[in-house]
């Protein structure tokens, strides 16, 4: 089956011929046992865009984002990267391919400073076997340079010069959030999936990251997709965002196309779609 492509259709349509998206997800379907996490959901993404999934809790949200990365393999459907077929995406290889990911859960190792906790993501994209590494051969050492060089002008990106030195732990929270979005983006991936970045954070911090990540996108030249509860951060940074319920698809369009959808509306507020009140931004 062709890949989907770059039109935005209706929740149930078809997308019309262009160039292959970054992103496309073709009537994914995904199941444990006998419970549907995932129903025949199709989704594209296209390149250079922010976009938004987003439900309420159990929606499958996390099932798509984890079928995407390659840790849940659905039943049916196929997932497309640049319009090339992917019927297995192997977690270990998601750098090689051009896929970053964080985690509701820092995932950053505590006792190593700001810089080394960037440096030390770049080693997918090469600089020596592991022997080399070891014997401190010269093309590891000039991997070494390059990626401290690299992560450096990530800390300065993320304005995290003050820290630059200090073990991660010690950090405020936000800031060790913009640590993981650096390791990140030091592969610079083509596809970068951020799952809830802005848990746990207060009102500053996450404006903060809203501006970090538009950034992110606009200088690194990389396709955001973004799950997040918090309906304003949503609303703010997508250029589109796609609605899950129960695994379905249920809208599919820009923030203002979403925000007024009837079907959204009765998902979280539980409202009768003949007097809708829009998808407030909490």
Known sequence: MPPPDTTS??????????????????????????????????????????????????????????????????????????????????????????????????????????????????????????????????????????????????????????????????LPYGARKRVELARALIARPRLLLLDEPMAGMNHQDKHDMTQFIRSARDRFSTTVILIEHDLSVVMNLSDRIAVLDFGNKIADGTPTDVRTNDAVIAAYLGVDHDHPQGVTQS
């Open 9 to 170: 259709g209706s929740p149930n349509g078809h997308l019309s011929a262009r160039a292959p998206a970054a992103l496309a997800l073709d009537h994914i379907s995904l199941a444990f046992g006998g419970v549907r996490a995932l129903t025949d959901v199709s989704l594209e993404v296209r390149t250079g865009e922010i976009r938004s999934i987003i439900g309420p809790n159990g929606a499958g949200k996390s099932s798509l984002l984890n079928v995407i990365s390659g840790v849940y393999q659905p039943q049916s459907g196929a997932v497309y990267i640049d319009g090339v077929p992917y019927p297995r995406i192997d977690p270990a290889r998601l750098a090689a391919i051009g896929i970053a990911r964080t985690f509701q859960n820092l995932a950053l190792f505590d006792g190593l400073s700001v810089l080394d906790n960037i440096a030390i993501a770049r080693s997918p994209r090469g600089g020596g076997d592991l022997l080399s590494q070891f014997l401190a051969l010269p093309e590891a050492r000039r991997a070494a340079r390059k990626a401290r060089e690299e992560a450096d002008d990530l800390v300065q990106f993320f304005g995290l010069e003050t820290y630059r030195h200090r073990r991660v732990g010690s």
